[in-house]
């Protein structure tokens, strides 16, 4: 008899308590997931021409090449993963990630993004830096807060990560600015000094 | 959106949403692996917590 409904039991003894649990409807996840298998520099490690492998032989680099993309596979099982409960479980998430010209999850993900802000400068970052945002379970408002008051650097430009392919902590960083503007310009639809009124509203 | 509940930020470089959630008088908490800057407020392995709930389980209050 055990035998029957093992199968059935199976999901709940196998999947046990996680954070999720203590996270309701009423609640928002923000997830600022890991993108460092995902980035353009990390697509260009998947490369015999990789800088990073000139004096390795071929067989080296396949190795190091192979790892990498065995690496990205579970960084991209995961968010695929995280989306999945959220959407399953009625939680609201917003998950967010780069979006250059190369960027992995282009290409090759379970949903598109919601939208893309292609200039987070406007709204009182440093960086331009296109980036995705995926809205599960939610929708996004529709504010416009222009805050272009720093200037404006490169990523390139950034301190390199500490190992070949990973992102540094400084190519990384999020203004304040930039966060309050986001939240109330996509979040919260809240209006604050320097929010564009609109015509149409 | 309405926000009744909390919002909780997952991995590295959420504690700069988390403040400014707070500052908007939000609940907000930070999950992340690791505590470089001593404020994280969960040091959690969130790939273990995906894998988990991926798997089943309990579900959502």
Redesign the interface.
Known sequence: MLLTFLPRLKPHIWGGQSVFDSISCEDLIMAFFPCVYFSCLSQMSISWEYHNYVNMTTKEATDMILERSKNREYFFGLAAKMLCVAKERGLRLIMENPWSMQHFLKSNFVVAPTFIDKDRSLRGDIYKKPTAYWFINCNRTNGLTIQKDKSVKRIVDQAHGAHAGLCSEERSMIEPDYARNFICDFILGKEQIGTQLSMFE | ?E????????????G??K???I??GIPAED?DIQNNFGQTD?V?D??A?????????????
């Open positions: 959106m926000i009744n509940g909390k919002v909780h930020c997952f991995f590295e470089q959420s700069t949403f403040n400014e959630f500052k908007l999950y969960h959690i969130l790939f917590e995906i894998e988990t709930a991926y798997m089943g389980g309990a579900k959502c209050l």
